[in-house]
T-cell receptor
Framework: GAGVSQSPSNKVTEKGKDVELRCDPI?????LYWYRQSLGQGLEFLIY????????KSGLPSDRFSAERTGGSVSTLTIQRTQQEDSAVYLC?????????????FGPGTRLTVL | AQSVAQPEDQVNVAEGNPLTVKCTYS??????LFWYVQYPNRGLQFLLK??????LVKGSYGFEAEFNKSQTSFHLKKPSALVSDSALYFC???????????FGTGTKLQVIP
C-alpha cells in the first residue's frame, strides 16, 4: 500500500515569506509526527497528533511554527516569516497509534531552503 | 524523561567484516527500542524494534540488534557488511508511558570496499 507522502519535495523561499508543508499519512494511522533534520544533525521533534486529542506542540521552536491536521488525516506544517535558520529537511511520520511498540513510518521529507 | 545516545558519529568497516553500531538509552519505565536507516536524500526506513521477549531481534537486510537491560544498550549488528549498507543509522526509544519517540543523533556507517 501507499506509504507516507510529503509535498513539496523541495521548497526554496525568501526570508520573511510564509511556507506550507504537507503530509499525507498512511491510511488508518491515527498518530502523526513532524520532525526537523538540519544538515548533519539528528531528528528534532516538532509536533505530534494522536486521533482527536489536543496535539503535543512542545517541540515547536517558536510561535512562527504551527501545524494542523484536518479530519484526522492530512497535516499541514506552516512556517510564518521564514528565517534562514529554518532551512532544513522536514520529515513527517505516522503510526497506527502512539503506543509502546508502534512503528513510525516516515515520508521522504521536504527540503526547505530559505534564502 | 527518556534519552538515547549514539556515542560514535561515524563507524568505518571493511566489506565482509562484522559491523556494530552502538546505542544506549535511559528510560524510567519499560523501553521500546527502534533502529532506522537513512540513505542520502531519503526519509528514514524502519529496520527493527524491541518490544519484549527475546533479547536478540532480527530485522531487515540481515541486521539484528541485542537488547541488554543491565547495560541499557541496544547495539545494531550485522555479521558481514556490504558496501550498500553505507548510510546514516538512528536509534530511537519510547518509554512505555510516553507517546513521543526520542531519536539519537545518528551514526554514519561507511563500508569500505
Amino acid at each position: 500500500g501507499a506509504g507516507v507522502s510529503q509535498s513539496p519535495s523541495n521548497k526554496v523561499t525568501e526570508k520573511g515569506k510564509d511556507v506550507e508543508l504537507r503530509c499525507d499519512p498512511i491510511s488508518g494511522h491515527t498518530a502523526l509526527y513532524w520532525y526537523r533534520q538540519s544538515l548533519g544533525q539528528g531528528l528534532e521533534f516538532l509536533i505530534y497528533f494522536q486521533g482527536n486529542s489536543a496535539p503535543d506542540k512542545s517541540g515547536l521552536p517558536s510561535d512562527r511554527f504551527s501545524a494542523e491536521r484536518t479530519g484526522g488525516s492530512v497535516s499541514t506544517l506552516t512556517i510564518q516569516r521564514t528565517q534562514q535558520e529554518d532551512s532544513a529537511v522536514y520529515l513527517c511520520a505516522s503510526s497506527l497509534a502512539a503506543l509502546k511498540g508502534d512503528t513510525q513510518y516516515f515520508g521522504p521529507g521536504t527540503r526547505l531552503t530559505v534564502l | 524523561a527518556q534519552s538515547v545516545a549514539q556515542p560514535e558519529d561515524q563507524v568505518n568497516v571493511a566489506e565482509g567484516n562484522p559491523l556494530t553500531v552502538k546505542c544506549t538509552y535511559s528510560v524510567s519505565g519499560n523501553p521500546y527500542l527502534f533502529w532506522y536507516v537513512q540513505y542520502p536524500n531519503r526519509g528514514l526506513q524502519f529496520l527493527l524494534k524491541y518490544i519484549t521477549g527475546d533479547n536478540l531481534v532480527k530485522g531487515s537486510y540481515g541486521f539484528e540488534a541485542e537488547f541488554n537491560k543491565s547495560q541499557t544498550s541496544f547495539h545494531l549488528k550485522k555479521p558481514s557488511a556490504l558496501v550498500s549498507d553505507s548510510a546514516l543509522y538512528f536509534c530511537a526509544v519510547r518509554d512505555g508511558g510516553y507517546q513521543k519517540v526520542t531519536f539519537g543523533t545518528g551514526t554514519k556507517l561507511q563500508v569500505i570496499p
